[in-house]
């Protein structure tokens, strides 16, 4: 295993959040911060920082600080947003074509090029130029076009299935999956998963729980 | 502060993993599960299970494991999940429409009231029965309705704004966060927040650093 894959993964889930905060510094043209003002603005402390970054690199200069576009250029190339992806969205309800439709992620990088669905009023729509298939033609999609990234938004019980069509493609590198199942696949696909009922119930256990939400 | 409110968001952001294992488990008839078994279901050794519920009290018995039902519905008791809560969505496009739409959360005790959203092409329109509602109304329709969650899903510039409105009401106590923007709330608030960026970002670096995605 890599050194950059043996890295932990909390320290990778604060490398979107530095990613976000520098383009958000170089919106507003500011071009260079110190490790104090990053930290007040990341809400970690420098010294954490320093130590994340120290896994991919130096990066910044005692005294000076840190350079924000080379730091934020560094950090996006880290996190592989130095190419584009071509990818495919399985379940073409709201959560898909929420998906399809957030500019942010295809100037990223991540291009949609098919959404695909099993019922028949969906399939010939478009969504903002990307047409809604047939997902019999999936596999077949997938492997014409090269196509790394597999997004799920399908209800649960489908999204095994839709899984399996990936694997079958030998295409799909990458799994994006927003339905609240454990899939299973081969251990050279990684998979992400999106949990909003988990995300949603911790917020009900703050509010049931904890007596300052409560006065 | 009590007791379950220091309970630390590790442990936590397990519990809605336990409430939807239990939860298939119920679902496929089974009604008892031993220490093992829920291991190898959740991944979770025994002892960090024993641990985790342990903060809320005693479950389960030497020698049985636990009863299904009694722990799905204690687990789902302690994420707040034995009541409803009055929900508003502000932002009304494919995201915000998506949540509403979903029935998940509908069926735990969210119950989206109404959509908020300035674009008069989406004002007046249904979705499954909910209105989407111009957002100048919002402030008094939570007022009205004792709304206690709000639901963000507007693009990032537009996120504090209904973060404020939210807090005049006086009446919003948890706010679920789509857009990738960190809101400013007082402390008797809380905040969960779904960074969509975030995550797929942790994909693209996995698959740009880890040679076993890249075989």
Same mark, same amino acid.
């Given at each position: 295993?890599?050194?950059?894959?043996?890295?932990?993964?909390?320290? @990778?889930?604060?490398?979107?959040?530095?990613?976000? #905060?520098?383009?958000?510094?170089?919106?507003? $043209?500011?071009?260079?911060?110190? !490790?104090?003002?990053?930290?007040?603005?990341?809400?970690?402390?420098? !010294?954490?920082?320093?130590?994340?970054?120290?896994?991919? %690199?130096?990066?910044?200069?005692?005294?000076? %600080?840190?350079?924000?576009?080379?730091?934020?250029?560094?950090?996006?190339?880290?996190? $592989?947003?130095?190419?584009?992806?071509?990818?495919?969205?399985?379940?073409?309800?709201?959560?898909?074509?929420?998906?399809?439709?957030?500019?942010?992620?295809?100037?990223?990088?991540?291009?949609?090029?098919?959404?695909?669905?099993?019922?028949?009023?969906?399939?010939?729509?478009? /969504?903002? +130029?990307?047409? /809604?298939?047939?997902?019999?033609?999936?596999?077949?999609?997938?492997?014409?076009?090269?196509?790394?990234? $597999? @997004?799920?938004?399908?209800?649960?019980?489908?999204?095994?299935? @839709?899984?399996?069509?990936?694997?079958?493609?030998?295409? /799909?590198?990458?799994?994006?999956?927003?339905?609240?199942?454990?899939?299973?696949?081969?251990?050279? /696909?990684?998979?992400?998963?999106?949990?909003?009922? +988990?995300?949603?119930?911790?917020?009900? #256990?703050?509010?049931?729980?904890?007596? @300052? #939400?409560?006065?």
């Amino acid at each position: 295993m890599n050194r950059e894959c043996k890295v932990s993964l909390t320290v @990778i889930r604060r490398l979107p959040k530095y990613y976000r #905060y520098l383009g958000e510094l170089l919106n507003k $043209g500011i071009n260079r911060i110190s !490790s104090q003002e990053l930290s007040k603005l990341t809400g970690f402390t420098a !010294s954490q920082i320093r130590q994340d970054l120290n896994n991919f %690199g130096g990066f910044g200069q005692q005294g000076y %600080g840190y350079n924000v576009e080379e730091l934020h250029r560094q950090v996006g190339k880290i996190l $592989g947003l130095d190419r584009d992806y071509n990818t495919v969205i399985a379940g073409s309800g709201n959560l898909g074509q929420a998906v399809a439709n957030y500019k942010g992620f295809e100037d990223a990088g991540f291009k949609v090029l098919s959404l695909f669905d099993k019922n028949p009023k969906l399939i010939g729509l478009k /969504i903002r +130029e990307v047409e /809604i298939r047939d997902v019999d033609l999936m596999e077949q999609f997938i492997r014409d076009n090269d196509v790394e990234i $597999g @997004i799920i938004t399908t209800p649960k019980e489908n999204a095994q299935d @839709i899984a399996d069509i990936f694997i079958k493609s030998e295409r /799909i590198k990458g799994i994006w999956n927003f339905a609240p199942a454990d899939l299973k696949v081969p251990e050279h /696909i990684v998979v992400e998963n999106v949990h909003l009922n +988990e995300s949603l119930f911790t917020l009900s #256990y703050f509010l049931k729980n904890c007596d @300052i #939400y409560n006065s």
